[in-house]
């Protein structure tokens, strides 16, 4: 399942259109809302992960660009503060795509960023806050901006 998160900007003319119900319907991707300010007759903005095939989310984006809503794509970093964390798994039950898991039989607690969407579930589900997130905005084509 490919995974990204988008901070959408809506441009007035979009704000009364059912946008994200056409991403289900049309494109057949999951949407989870992680942060939104949308108004009718203002400009909006909205932080969406999307969930699904790869070229279905691609498809998807277009559709919005071709709406004239900007996305452009957020990578969440995830680091884990190896000092603080110590080990109860808290983090493995929350985590939605397994980036965080525990190894048997020795029951250590491992991070895979690789596999890490950035929602940062994990954040605020650590009871000892070792896990933490930043946010940088990424072009289209991946690069950093």
């Not at 999951?30 to 279905?56: S, V």
């Not at 990578?75 to 985590?95: H, M, Y």
């Given at each position: 399942m490919y995974t990204?998160?988008?901070?959408l900007r809506y441009p007035k003319e979009t704000s009364d259109q059912p946008i994200i119900y056409q991403l289900v319907k049309r494109y057949d991707v999951e949407f989870n809302i992680l942060k939104a300010d949308i108004r009718p007759q203002r400009d909006g903005i909205m932080i969406l992960e999307l969930k699904g095939n790869k070229?279905?989310?691609?498809?998807?984006?277009?559709?919005?660009?071709?709406?004239?809503?900007?996305?452009?794509r957020l990578a969440g970093k995830i680091r884990r503060d190896d000092e603080r964390c110590f080990?109860?798994?808290?983090?493995?039950?929350?985590?939605?795509?397994?980036?965080?898991?525990?190894q048997r039989p020795?029951?250590?607690?491992?991070?895979?960023?690789?596999k890490c969407t950035g929602c940062g579930q994990?954040?605020?589900?650590?009871?000892?806050?070792?896990?933490?997130?930043?946010?940088?905005?990424?072009?289209e084509e991946g690069v950093r901006a």
């Amino acid at each position: 399942m490919y995974t990204r998160i988008y901070f959408l900007r809506y441009p007035k003319e979009t704000s009364d259109q059912p946008i994200i119900y056409q991403l289900v319907k049309r494109y057949d991707v999951e949407f989870n809302i992680l942060k939104a300010d949308i108004r009718p007759q203002r400009d909006g903005i909205m932080i969406l992960e999307l969930k699904g095939n790869k070229e279905n989310v691609r498809d998807a984006l277009a559709y919005l660009k071709s709406l004239g809503v900007q996305a452009e794509r957020l990578a969440g970093k995830i680091r884990r503060d190896d000092e603080r964390c110590f080990q109860c798994g808290a983090c493995t039950g929350i985590c939605p795509v397994g980036a965080l898991y525990i190894q048997r039989p020795e029951m250590a607690v491992l991070f895979d960023p690789e596999k890490c969407t950035g929602c940062g579930q994990c954040v605020t589900g650590c009871p000892v806050r070792a896990m933490e997130v930043s946010f940088d905005q990424l072009s289209e084509e991946g690069v950093r901006a």
